[in-house]
C-alpha cells in the first residue's frame, strides 16, 4: 500500500466513523425527545414541570417548542404552541403570563418572564425559517416587538445600551437595574432581530455579551446582580450566589458561538468547585461554599458542554430525571449540534 492511498483511506475510515457516530447520535437524541416529552409534555400540549407540583410555566413552554421543532416533531409543535396561546398567551399584550397551576386554579401569576416570551418567539421563528412550517411568523414577529417595547431598559452606566428586564412589570429606576444574567441568550436576540429588522435586539445581544464578560471577572457569576452607575451590586431580594438560572449561562453562550467566551470558563470553574467526584455543584454562596450539588446528567451535560464535549441524552435518563435537569439535557443536546464545538 502505496503511502498517499493508506492516508486516502485513514481519511476514508475516519470519515466513515464520524458518520457512524453521528447518525447513531441522531437517533438517540430523537429516542430521548420522545422519552422526555411523553413524560413532560401532556397530549393537549401542556409542558409540566414535576418539580414544582406539576405547575406549567412560560420557560417551560418555550423550551417546549424550541425542542419539538429541533426535533422535527411538527404534531407536538403545535400542540404546545396551542395551549400555550390559549393558556397563557392571554394578555393585552403578545407576552405570556409567567405561572399556570392545575386543578382548575389556571393562571396564578399573570407577570411575565422574559426569558420564556424569548424562547417562544424563537421557536417560532425558527419554525417558519428553518422547519418550513407556515402561520408563525407573524406571532414571532408580534413577541419580539413586545419584548424590546416592554422588556429591555437601559444600562445606567451607558443608557444608550439596552439591559434585558427579567419582566414586562418589573420598573426599574433610572439608577439601578436587577439582571438576571441567564435571560441573555445572545443567539435567539440576534437572530430575531436581524429577521425583523429589530436593531435593538441585536445590541441587547451584543451588550449582554459584553456584561456577561465583565461578569467573569467577578469571584462567580451571580444568579441575580443589580447593575447601577457605579457598577454591580448585590440584590438584596435575591443575594449573591451561583445557582440554578446562573447554569444555563454557559449553556446559552455556546449555543450562541462562544465557547471560548470568559464566562464559559468561569461557569466551568463554578461547576467543578465540588470535591465530590461525578457531581457538578449547583449552588455556592458569595464566599464560594458549595450550597448543593448533583450527580444528575442533565446538570453534569453542562459541564460537558463547556467542554465542548459530544452531548447524546440517554432516552433512559430522561425518566429517571427530574423535570429542570431533564430539559438541560435536552437544550444542551441541541446545543452541542447547533454550537461551534461541531467538528463535522
Not at 407577570?111 to 421557536?123: E, K, N, Q, V
Not at 448543593?292 to 452531548?311: F, K, N, P, T, V
Amino acid at each position: 500500500m502505496t503511502p498517499r492511498f493508506k492516508r486516502r483511506t485513514l481519511i476514508a475510515c475516519a470519515s466513515a466513523a464520524c458518520l457512524f457516530r453521528l447518525s447513531a447520535a441522531r437517533a438517540e437524541n430523537a429516542m430521548a425527545w420522545e422519552a422526555w416529552s411523553d413524560r413532560f409534555v401532556g397530549p393537549e400540549g401542556r409542558v409540566v414541570d414535576t418539580g414544582q407540583g406539576d405547575i406549567s410555566h412560560s420557560e417551560g413552554q418555550g423550551y417546549g417548542l424550541l425542542l419539538a421543532q429541533a426535533s422535527g416533531d411538527r404534531a407536538r409543535f403545535d400542540a404546545i404552541e396551542d395551549w400555550s396561546a390559549r393558556n397563557l398567551a392571554t394578555r393585552q399584550d403578545s407576552l405570556m403570563a409567567w405561572r399556570w397551576e392545575p386543578d382548575g386554579r389556571g393562571v396564578v401569576d399573570w407577570r411575565t418572564a422574559t426569558d420564556g416570551d424569548l424562547f417562544r418567539a424563537w421557536a417560532l421563528l425558527r419554525a417558519g425559517r428553518d422547519s418550513g412550517w407556515p402561520g408563525y411568523l407573524g406571532t414571532a414577529e408580534a413577541i419580539a416587538h413586545a419584548v424590546v417595547d416592554l422588556c429591555l431598559t437601559p444600562d445606567p452606566r451607558a443608557p444608550e445600551e439596552m439591559l434585558i428586564k427579567p419582566s414586562a412589570e418589573a420598573y426599574p429606576d433610572e439608577e439601578r437595574v436587577l439582571l438576571n444574567p441567564s435571560y441573555i441568550m445572545p443567539r435567539a436576540l440576534r437572530e430575531l432581530g436581524q429577521a425583523f429588522g429589530l436593531t435593538q435586539l441585536v445590541r441587547a445581544a451584543d451588550h449582554g455579551d459584553a456584561v456577561l464578560r465583565e461578569l467573569a471577572s467577578m469571584p462567580f457569576l451571580p444568579d441575580w446582580i443589580l447593575v447601577t452607575g457605579a457598577g454591580f451590586e448585590v440584590s438584596n431580594e435575591h443575594g449573591l450566589r451561583w445557582g440554578y438560572d446562573a447554569l444555563r449561562i454557559p449553556l446559552y453562550l455556546i449555543w450562541s458561538g462562544y465557547p471560548a467566551h470568559a464566562a464559559v470558563a468561569s461557569a466551568l470553574r463554578l461547576l467543578r468547585s465540588t470535591p465530590v467526584e461525578g457531581h457538578i455543584a449547583t449552588q455556592t454562596d458569595a464566599t464560594g461554599r458549595v450550597i448543593s450539588q448533583s450527580d444528575q446528567l442533565g446538570y453534569r451535560a453542562i459541564e460537558r458542554l463547556a467542554e465542548c464535549e459530544l452531548i447524546v441524552p440517554d432516552p433512559d435518563a430522561m425518566n429517571s430525571q427530574p423535570y429542570y435537569p431533564a430539559v438541560l439535557h435536552m437544550l444542551a443536546s441541541v446545543a452541542f449540534r447547533e454550537s461551534l464545538c461541531r467538528s463535522d
